[in-house]
């Protein structure tokens, strides 16, 4: 179940981590590095493929006021998307934009989208709501996917790479 459909939530932004699809790592090795990522971390919805390949998680970040639902996704939509990003990028390069990285996305075939839910405050918690979202989770959770599958991690909003 995806927390679209949980009312104590909603969405706030999606970042992607971009990979190459032979690096799609096993569930139990995402499991495994979100935990030790945070111990607090509340992991639920779990799912593979047949081989054990990771397809999607919900990561729940109580002390962050926020949720994350992870998803792999490969395919026309992610060539799509990178070509896109890549032509970007390139336009930017003059700013500075890391050539081994941009080397790294033009070989991914494949990405991880990573939704980014905010707690809804309880109605005495409303005046502070603001205050509440921590994007910690968020940034561990990016930085620990990349790691783990030696991808790169994207803010499509501001097109950067983090």
């Given at each position: 179940m995806s927390m679209f459909g949980d009312d104590h939530y909603r969405w706030r932004e999606t970042y992607f981590v971009?990979?190459?699809?032979?690096?799609?790592?096993?569930?139990?090795?995402?499991?495994?590095?979100?935990?030790?990522?945070?111990?607090?971390?509340?992991?639920?919805?779990?799912?593979?493929?047949?081989?054990?390949r990771f397809e999607s998680i919900t990561v729940l970040a109580p002390d962050d006021y926020a949720a994350l639902d992870i998803c792999y996704t490969e395919g026309e939509e992610v060539a799509e998307h990178r070509d896109e990003l890549m032509k970007e990028l390139l336009?930017?390069?003059?700013?500075?934009?890391?050539?081994?990285?941009?080397?790294?996305?033009?070989?991914?075939?494949?990405?991880?989208?990573?939704?980014?839910?905010?707690?809804?405050?309880?109605?005495?918690?409303?005046?502070?709501?603001?205050?509440?979202l921590d994007p910690s989770a968020l940034l561990i959770v990016l930085n620990g996917l990349a790691k783990l599958t030696h991808g790169v991690a994207v803010d499509p909003q501001s097109g950067t790479l983090l």
């Amino acid at each position: 179940m995806s927390m679209f459909g949980d009312d104590h939530y909603r969405w706030r932004e999606t970042y992607f981590v971009l990979i190459e699809s032979r690096r799609r790592p096993k569930l139990r090795d995402v499991e495994e590095a979100l935990k030790q990522l945070d111990p607090h971390f509340c992991l639920q919805n779990a799912a593979a493929d047949d081989a054990g390949r990771f397809e999607s998680i919900t990561v729940l970040a109580p002390d962050d006021y926020a949720a994350l639902d992870i998803c792999y996704t490969e395919g026309e939509e992610v060539a799509e998307h990178r070509d896109e990003l890549m032509k970007e990028l390139l336009t930017a390069s003059s700013r500075g934009v890391d050539r081994a990285r941009l080397e790294k996305i033009r070989r991914c075939d494949a990405r991880l989208d990573v939704l980014h839910f905010e707690q809804i405050p309880d109605a005495e918690e409303e005046e502070d709501s603001e205050e509440m979202l921590d994007p910690s989770a968020l940034l561990i959770v990016l930085n620990g996917l990349a790691k783990l599958t030696h991808g790169v991690a994207v803010d499509p909003q501001s097109g950067t790479l983090l």
